[in-house]
């Protein structure tokens, strides 16, 4: 027969609130973490090229020779720029007055970029949780809750599209997002001043001018954190001013219209098509996260992770529903809240042994998640250093087009090529005659792409293509060995048999 237990019985001992298996717990996600961005700094010291790196330095080029009208960044025209924002004036700035390569200057932005998203998803996560892992767990699953087949693009922060993208205004942008979010959140819980409002209405633009395809995710997860905060009347007018500051500066921007981009994404759709296919193969991982904003639902309707995913997959949904596939762009909104949740869950759920299960799972996926992206570590160690089945996973670099410049290519001089090596050679300072990527202020984009496309086919004349050349002020033909022609002179051989030809007139 058992008794009910005296004051003065013996006690089983409960296990302090500090005890190895918590401190466990805290220490193993930190230490994960910390390897994660010890890794990031690693890859920002070789920076490896692929995907916009030569635009936004081609962007620098421009900035350093001219701060007050640079023009377009990648052909020879007088026509504003998106890429014209104010981080990326800044780090012009930085190149002028310091005299330092475009590649050494947007090393520093990556470290600032990488800086800003690691101390942006701590301070946000600090305000849906005050467990000391937290911050850790969603970082990992920021990187690494993705899906099994590799996605890299712009402003998708999965650790090998950020190995590739840590230098664009993408990442800087996507960390002020989450400090926006945090600041946001602790504003609308207490009745902060009005300068405090002007603030974050100030960031707000400054996030919406430096990437405008973030700012879409910015505003989606600021909408989330007001509407689960719910706050007073009295806030209400602080908040209209800190809207209309933030409306502002984007229209008094000089470097480019913004608002104008709302009219020109028809010109960017295709491009945005494939973030509607393979929906599974690369974001699959995620809905793990999807599971545990069911469950923060249950706990709290208006829990602001549950609206921030509502919202961006609303967004998604629409884009895909109506041809707008530049809407896809807002994805982000719906994976970050449930990337977020899915770490959240491990120290939320409401029984040990829940915790534990879905610590569990979570490491499991996480594990998965790493594996997909382990080729990353080659951007460090290099292919070779990789066992068999990693290097499989490497995708080689650009290799960059430097070595036409060390032919005699200079600064500001027109060279002919096609799509591929026009994305890089105005990097170093040359223009191309079209631009390599899409480019909606450029007003003759469509004319000088189709003048390209006749200057290489092969049934276009001499005369035409000599028309091409005069018309465009081409100094320097970059092709195969099928390029020559009796008005070029052959001046160097670069990687994989390209040809650098000089025009002779």
């Known amino acids: 027969m058992h008794t ?47 995907g916009d790196l030569g635009m936004h ?47 050494v200057v947007l090393r520093g932005a990556a470290l600032a970029g990488l800086g800003l998203l690691v101390t942006g998803v701590w301070r946000y996560v600090r305000t849906l949780s005050a467990h000391r892992a937290a911050p850790a767990l969603a970082l990992l699953s920021l990187l690494l809750l993705w899906g099994p087949l590799l996605f890299n693009w712009s402003g998708f922060p999965g650790l090998n599209s950020l190995a590739l993208t840590v230098a664009y205004p993408s990442v800087f942008a996507l960390g002020l997002a989450f400090h926006l979010w945090a600041w946001l959140t602790r504003a609308a819980r207490r009745e902060a001043a009005w300068g405090e409002w002007l603030g974050l209405g100030a960031l707000w633009a400054l996030i919406l001018l430096c990437h405008q395809f973030t700012g879409i995710v910015a505003s989606l997860g600021a909408l989330a954190v007001l509407l689960a905060a719910r706050p007073g009347r009295t806030v209400l007018p602080r908040l209209g001013a800190g809207l209309l500051l933030g409306l502002l500066v984007p229209a008094l921007w000089p470097y480019y219209d913004f608002f104008a981009l709302f009219s020109a994404g028809a010109d960017l759709e295709a491009i945005h098509r494939p973030l509607y296919q393979d929906l599974a193969g690369r974001f699959g991982f995620v809905l793990l996260g999807v599971v545990a904003l069911g469950l923060r639902r249950r706990r709290d309707p208006r829990d602001p992770l549950v609206l921030f995913f509502v919202l961006g997959a609303l967004v998604f949904a629409a884009g895909g529903l109506t041809g707008h596939y530049s809407w896809g762009r807002a994805l982000p909104a719906a994976l970050i809240p449930a990337q977020l949740a899915a770490a959240l869950e491990v120290v939320s759920a409401g029984r040990r042994a829940a915790r534990r299960g879905w610590a569990c799972v979570l490491c499991a996926v996480l594990a998965a998640g790493a594996w997909t992206q382990a080729g990353t570590l080659g951007y460090v160690l290099g292919r070779d250093a990789l066992p068999g089945a990693v290097a499989q996973k490497y995708r080689t670099p650009w290799t960059g087009y430097q070595w036409i410049m060390r032919a005699g290519v200079r600064y500001g001089d027109v060279v002919m090529a096609r799509t591929f090596p026009a994305r890089q050679i105005p990097a170093y300072g040359p223009y191309t005659v079209a631009p390599g990527y899409p480019d909606v202020f450029l007003p003759d984009a469509a004319r000088r792409e189709a003048a390209v496309e006749r200057y290489f086919a092969a049934g276009t004349g001499a005369e035409e293509r000599r028309a091409i050349l005069g018309e465009y002020g081409v100094r320097w033909v970059v092709g195969g060995v099928s390029a020559a022609a009796p008005w070029l002179r052959k001046a160097a051989v670069g990687p994989g048999g390209q040809v650098l030809y000089r025009v002779v007139r």
Do not use: E
């Not at 004051?7 to 918590?22: C, G, L």
């Not at 960044?73 to 012009?92: E, H, I, K, R």
């Open 57 to 103: 330095a081609a962007t620098l080029q421009r900035l350093r020779h001219g701060l007050r009208h640079p023009g377009d960044p990648l052909v020879d025209a007088d026509t504003p720029s998106p890429y014209y924002s104010p981080w990326m004036l800044l780090l012009g700035i930085v190149a002028k007055a310091t005299g330092l390569s475009v590649f």
């Open 4 to 50: 009910a237990p005296s004051d003065t019985a013996p006690q089983r001992r409960t296990a302090p609130p500090d005890s190895s298996a918590s401190r466990a717990g805290r220490v193993l996600p930190q230490a994960a973490a910390a390897l994660v961005v010890v890794l990031l700094l690693l890859v920002v010291v070789r920076l490896p090229w692929a």
